[in-house]
T-cell receptor, first 115, second 116 residues
């Protein structure tokens, strides 16, 4: 399978714990995005990487959130001291170079439940 | 700021009938518009996009979309609906182009229900 892969698919954690999600983009894609989707809403942008450089972070990304993309390949999204409001589907997407004309391909997401 | 609106939370259609899912947009500059579909507990699947050229864009699974600049709309259409088309559909606009982030701005989604 050459699509975007996310791990884990589901995560249940207790409030206050730290969690980390992984995303493996399509191999030739240099652009990687993280989005968050809550029930009844469209995905909301969190952060963007071009190769290993994190070029934009949404104001939705509080200090408890951090994302990395070492070596410009896979990416991780860590949430520290989780809160119930962090419960959501976290989606990763990647796209090839080509400015705004190329479509983004999404992974199946990681569903986080904070109890 | 770029934005899209999907005015219908849900669209109901009988199998075999044509379907339309509406989307309007607000952008500065030329719009890059996309449609995605989401099945339960799944990620988003790309359906089609409008960048430039013909106003009628054809995509996956028999879907097409019509770009209308004067009405700032990009409605998704299919001539004959299938029960398997039942899913959540998202319209999106790309925020910036060229050297910008190119992140997508999504609408709130429209649930399509196709009755047998």
């Amino acid at each position: 399978d050459t699509g975007v892969s996310q791990d884990p698919r589901h995560k249940i954690t207790k409030r206050g714990q730290n969690v980390t999600f992984r995303c493996d983009p399509i191999s030739e894609h240099n652009r990687l995005y993280w989005y968050r989707q809550t029930l009844g809403q469209g995905p909301e942008f969190l952060t963007y990487f071009q190769n290993e450089a994190q070029l934009e972070k949404s104001r939705l990304l509080s200090d408890r959130f951090s994302a990395e993309r070492p070596k410009g390949s896979f990416s991780t999204l860590e949430i520290q001291r989780t809160e119930q409001g962090d419960s959501a589907m976290y989606l990763c997407a990647s796209s090839s170079p080509g400015g705004g004309m190329t479509e983004a391909f999404f992974g199946q997401g990681t569903r986080l439940t904070v109890v | 700021a770029q934005s899209v609106a999907q005015p219908e939370d849900q669209v109901n259609v009988a199998e075999g009938n044509p379907l339309t899912v509406k989307c309007t947009y607000s952008v500065s500059g030329n719009p890059y518009l996309f449609w995605y579909v989401q099945y339960p507990n799944r990620g988003l699947q790309f359906l089609l996009k409008y960048i430039t050229g013909d106003n009628l864009v054809k995509g996956s699974y028999g879907f097409e979309a019509e770009f209308n600049k004067s009405q700032t709309s990009f409605h998704l259409k299919k001539p004959s609906a299938l029960v398997s088309d039942s899913a959540l559909y998202f319209c999106a606009v790309r925020d910036g182009y060229g050297g910008a982030t190119n992140k997508l701005i999504f609408g709130t989604g429209t649930l399509l229900a196709v009755q047998p």
